[in-house]
Protein backbone atom coordinates (compact mmCIF):
# COMPACT_ATOMS: atom_id res chain seq x y z
CA UNK A 1 0.00 0.00 0.00
CA UNK A 2 1.38 3.10 -1.00
CA UNK A 3 2.18 5.58 1.67
CA UNK A 4 -0.32 9.01 1.68
CA UNK A 5 1.49 12.19 0.62
CA UNK A 6 2.12 14.53 3.95
CA UNK A 7 -0.38 17.45 4.01
CA UNK A 8 0.04 19.96 6.33
CA UNK A 9 -3.43 20.82 6.36
CA UNK A 10 -4.36 16.71 7.35
CA UNK A 11 -1.65 17.57 10.11
CA UNK A 12 -3.24 20.07 11.84
CA UNK A 13 -6.77 18.61 11.74
CA UNK A 14 -5.31 15.50 13.56
CA UNK A 15 -3.81 18.24 16.21
CA UNK A 16 -7.31 20.30 16.90
CA UNK A 17 -9.24 17.36 16.25
CA UNK A 18 -11.23 16.88 19.52
CA UNK A 19 -9.78 13.28 21.44
CA UNK A 20 -13.01 11.59 21.36
CA UNK A 21 -11.18 7.87 21.38
CA UNK A 22 -8.12 8.25 23.39
CA UNK A 23 -5.64 5.41 23.46
CA UNK A 24 -6.08 3.29 26.00
CA UNK A 25 -2.36 3.93 26.66
CA UNK A 26 -2.35 7.06 27.48
CA UNK A 27 -2.14 8.24 30.57
CA UNK A 28 -4.66 11.40 31.69
CA UNK A 29 -2.79 13.78 34.26
CA UNK A 30 -5.19 15.73 36.40
CA UNK A 31 -4.05 18.36 39.22
CA UNK A 32 -4.48 15.68 41.82
CA UNK A 33 -0.86 14.11 40.48
CA UNK A 34 2.39 15.25 40.16
CA UNK A 35 6.00 14.36 39.51
CA UNK A 36 7.04 12.92 42.63
CA UNK A 37 10.81 13.91 43.85
CA UNK A 38 12.39 10.30 44.36
CA UNK A 39 10.10 8.57 41.96
CA UNK A 40 12.43 8.50 39.22
CA UNK A 41 10.22 11.23 36.93
CA UNK A 42 7.31 8.55 37.41
CA UNK A 43 3.74 10.44 38.48
CA UNK A 44 2.56 10.00 42.35
CA UNK A 45 -0.38 11.54 44.21
CA UNK A 46 -0.18 15.02 45.04
CA UNK A 47 -0.17 14.96 48.60
CA UNK A 48 -3.23 17.22 49.95
CA UNK A 49 -1.51 19.93 52.45
CA UNK A 50 -4.13 20.47 55.43
CA UNK A 51 -1.88 23.88 57.29
CA UNK A 52 -5.03 23.38 59.95
CA UNK A 53 -4.15 19.85 60.40
CA UNK A 54 -0.18 20.18 61.20
CA UNK A 55 -0.58 22.56 63.02
CA UNK A 56 -3.24 20.27 65.42
CA UNK A 57 -0.85 17.41 64.86
CA UNK A 58 2.12 19.77 66.32
CA UNK A 59 -0.23 21.04 69.45
CA UNK A 60 -1.43 17.83 70.16
CA UNK A 61 2.21 16.39 70.00
CA UNK A 62 3.88 19.16 72.14
CA UNK A 63 1.07 19.36 74.68
CA UNK A 64 2.41 15.31 75.01
CA UNK A 65 5.93 16.59 75.17
CA UNK A 66 4.99 18.98 77.91
CA UNK A 67 3.36 17.03 79.56
CA UNK A 68 5.70 14.29 79.75
CA UNK A 69 8.80 16.88 80.40
CA UNK A 70 7.87 19.96 81.47
CA UNK A 71 8.29 23.49 79.48
CA UNK A 72 12.53 23.05 80.01
CA UNK A 73 12.52 19.35 79.23
CA UNK A 74 10.11 19.69 76.21
CA UNK A 75 12.34 18.55 72.88
CA UNK A 76 11.76 19.76 69.46
CA UNK A 77 12.95 16.52 68.14
CA UNK A 78 10.17 14.72 70.11
CA UNK A 79 7.62 16.64 68.74
CA UNK A 80 8.68 16.51 65.43
CA UNK A 81 9.17 13.07 65.62
CA UNK A 82 5.17 12.17 67.06
CA UNK A 83 3.51 14.70 65.10
CA UNK A 84 5.14 13.15 61.98
CA UNK A 85 5.73 16.73 60.98
CA UNK A 86 8.74 18.69 59.54
CA UNK A 87 11.15 21.41 61.37
CA UNK A 88 9.89 23.72 58.32
CA UNK A 89 6.49 22.87 59.48
CA UNK A 90 6.68 23.57 62.42
CA UNK A 91 8.28 27.32 62.39
CA UNK A 92 6.00 28.18 59.50
CA UNK A 93 3.58 27.85 62.22
CA UNK A 94 5.25 28.72 65.41
CA UNK A 95 8.29 31.15 65.04
CA UNK A 96 10.00 29.00 68.32
CA UNK A 97 9.74 26.75 71.05
CA UNK A 98 7.97 29.42 73.74
CA UNK A 99 5.43 30.34 70.88
CA UNK A 100 4.89 26.51 70.69
CA UNK A 101 4.47 26.64 74.14
CA UNK A 102 2.37 29.68 74.26
CA UNK A 103 -0.12 27.82 72.17
CA UNK A 104 -0.40 25.04 74.36
CA UNK A 105 -1.27 26.82 77.21
CA UNK A 106 -3.86 29.18 75.42
CA UNK A 107 -5.33 26.09 73.29
CA UNK A 108 -5.03 22.87 74.65
CA UNK A 109 -5.30 23.33 77.96
CA UNK A 110 -8.89 25.08 78.56
CA UNK A 111 -9.74 22.08 75.84
CA UNK A 112 -8.33 19.67 78.85
CA UNK A 113 -10.54 21.52 81.63
CA UNK A 114 -13.68 21.54 79.37
CA UNK A 115 -13.11 17.82 78.23
CA UNK A 116 -12.74 16.16 82.14
CA UNK A 117 -14.22 18.53 84.68
CA UNK A 118 -16.67 21.20 82.46
CA UNK A 119 -18.56 19.51 80.30
CA UNK A 120 -20.06 16.89 82.25
CA UNK A 121 -21.66 19.78 84.02
CA UNK A 122 -23.55 21.19 82.02
CA UNK A 123 -27.35 21.00 81.72
CA UNK A 124 -27.16 18.58 84.65
CA UNK A 125 -29.89 19.74 87.07
CA UNK A 126 -27.71 17.93 90.31
CA UNK A 127 -23.62 18.98 89.89
CA UNK A 128 -22.63 17.14 93.27
CA UNK A 129 -22.90 13.42 91.82
CA UNK A 130 -21.43 14.45 88.76
CA UNK A 131 -18.33 15.64 90.58
CA UNK A 132 -18.12 13.23 92.84
CA UNK A 133 -17.82 10.78 90.07
CA UNK A 134 -15.35 12.56 88.51
CA UNK A 135 -13.29 12.40 92.05
CA UNK A 136 -14.36 8.45 92.08
CA UNK A 137 -13.00 7.44 88.35
CA UNK A 138 -9.49 8.69 89.44
CA UNK A 139 -8.78 5.46 90.70
CA UNK A 140 -10.29 3.46 87.90
CA UNK A 141 -9.49 2.40 84.54
CA UNK A 142 -11.48 4.40 83.19
CA UNK A 143 -9.78 7.73 84.39
CA UNK A 144 -9.37 10.01 81.73
CA UNK A 145 -6.30 9.66 78.89
CA UNK A 146 -5.58 13.36 79.67
CA UNK A 147 -5.02 12.22 83.62
CA UNK A 148 -2.41 9.78 82.25
CA UNK A 149 0.97 11.09 84.56
CA UNK A 150 -1.25 13.18 87.15
CA UNK A 151 -2.99 16.62 86.27
CA UNK A 152 -1.73 18.38 83.26
CA UNK A 153 -2.47 22.26 84.50
CA UNK A 154 -1.39 21.24 87.74
CA UNK A 155 1.70 19.31 86.08
CA UNK A 156 2.58 22.80 84.48
CA UNK A 157 2.24 25.11 87.63
CA UNK A 158 4.36 23.16 89.85
CA UNK A 159 6.99 24.55 88.39
CA UNK A 160 6.09 27.90 87.35
CA UNK A 161 8.52 29.62 89.90
CA UNK A 162 11.23 28.18 87.09
CA UNK A 163 8.72 29.99 84.60
CA UNK A 164 8.94 33.92 83.42
CA UNK A 165 6.32 36.12 84.05
CA UNK A 166 4.15 35.76 80.99
CA UNK A 167 4.42 31.95 80.96
CA UNK A 168 3.30 32.09 84.42
CA UNK A 169 0.21 34.37 83.79
CA UNK A 170 -0.84 32.36 80.90
CA UNK A 171 -1.38 29.30 83.27
CA UNK A 172 -2.84 31.99 85.86
CA UNK A 173 -5.64 32.29 83.33
CA UNK A 174 -6.47 28.71 82.52
CA UNK A 175 -7.12 28.59 85.76
CA UNK A 176 -8.96 31.38 86.29
CA UNK A 177 -10.68 30.23 83.02
CA UNK A 178 -11.55 26.77 85.30
CA UNK A 179 -12.61 29.03 88.02
CA UNK A 180 -15.00 30.75 86.50
CA UNK A 181 -16.70 27.95 84.49
CA UNK A 182 -16.65 25.90 87.34
CA UNK A 183 -18.27 28.82 89.62
CA UNK A 184 -21.01 29.60 86.73
CA UNK A 185 -22.49 25.63 86.77
CA UNK A 186 -22.33 26.15 91.07
CA UNK A 187 -24.16 29.36 90.49
CA UNK A 188 -27.11 27.78 88.51
CA UNK A 189 -26.93 24.36 90.75
CA UNK A 190 -27.91 27.57 93.71
CA UNK A 191 -30.75 28.36 91.47
CA UNK A 192 -31.72 24.83 90.94
CA UNK A 193 -32.50 24.57 95.01
CA UNK A 194 -29.44 21.54 94.73
CA UNK A 195 -26.50 23.71 96.65
CA UNK A 196 -27.05 25.78 99.36
CA UNK A 197 -27.47 29.47 98.62
CA UNK A 198 -25.29 31.08 101.68
CA UNK A 199 -21.82 29.96 100.30
CA UNK A 200 -20.34 31.93 97.73
CA UNK A 201 -20.02 29.76 94.50
CA UNK A 202 -16.61 31.29 93.33
CA UNK A 203 -15.38 30.47 96.86
CA UNK A 204 -16.49 26.47 96.85
CA UNK A 205 -14.74 26.54 93.31
CA UNK A 206 -11.55 28.16 94.15
CA UNK A 207 -11.67 25.33 96.97
CA UNK A 208 -12.54 22.40 95.12
CA UNK A 209 -9.93 23.56 92.20
CA UNK A 210 -7.20 23.42 94.84
CA UNK A 211 -8.30 20.01 96.74
CA UNK A 212 -7.71 18.69 92.93
CA UNK A 213 -4.64 20.59 92.12
CA UNK A 214 -3.01 19.10 95.54
CA UNK A 215 -3.93 15.67 94.84
CA UNK A 216 -3.85 15.23 91.18
CA UNK A 217 0.25 16.90 91.72
CA UNK A 218 1.12 13.80 93.09
CA UNK A 219 2.27 11.11 90.29
CA UNK A 220 0.23 8.36 89.57
CA UNK A 221 2.24 5.86 91.00
CA UNK A 222 2.72 7.64 94.46
CA UNK A 223 -1.25 6.73 95.03
CA UNK A 224 -2.12 3.97 96.57
CA UNK A 225 -5.97 3.07 96.78
CA UNK A 226 -5.76 4.08 100.39
CA UNK A 227 -4.84 7.24 99.64
CA UNK A 228 -7.32 7.77 96.80
CA UNK A 229 -9.98 6.48 99.30
CA UNK A 230 -9.09 8.70 102.08
CA UNK A 231 -9.20 11.75 99.28
CA UNK A 232 -12.36 10.66 97.94
CA UNK A 233 -14.56 10.16 101.15
CA UNK A 234 -13.33 13.78 102.50
CA UNK A 235 -14.44 15.33 99.05
CA UNK A 236 -17.51 13.69 99.41
CA UNK A 237 -18.36 14.43 102.43
CA UNK A 238 -17.69 18.65 101.70
CA UNK A 239 -19.86 18.36 98.38
CA UNK A 240 -22.66 16.73 100.86
CA UNK A 241 -22.23 19.77 102.98
CA UNK A 242 -22.79 21.53 99.63
CA UNK A 243 -26.37 19.87 100.55
CA UNK A 244 -29.61 22.65 100.82
Same mark, same amino acid.
Given at each position: ??? %????????????????? #????????? $?????????????????????????????????????????????????????????????? #? #??????????????????????????????????????????????????????? %???????????????????????? $?????????????????????????????????? %??????? #???????????????? $????? %???????????
Amino acid at each position: MSK %EPFSISAALSRITRADD #HADDDTLEV $DESMEVGPHSGGALVPKRVRDPDLTRQKLLDAAFGEVRRAGFGGASIANILDISGCTKGALY #H #HFSGKAKLVNAVIDECLPGYIDAVWLDELEEVHDILPVMMGQVDRLGRDDAPELL %EGGCPLARLASGAGELDEGLRKRI $DGVYRYWRRGLASQISRAQFNKTVRTDVESSAVA %EFVIASL #HGFLTRPPALRSRETQ $DAFAG %EFARYLNNLRP
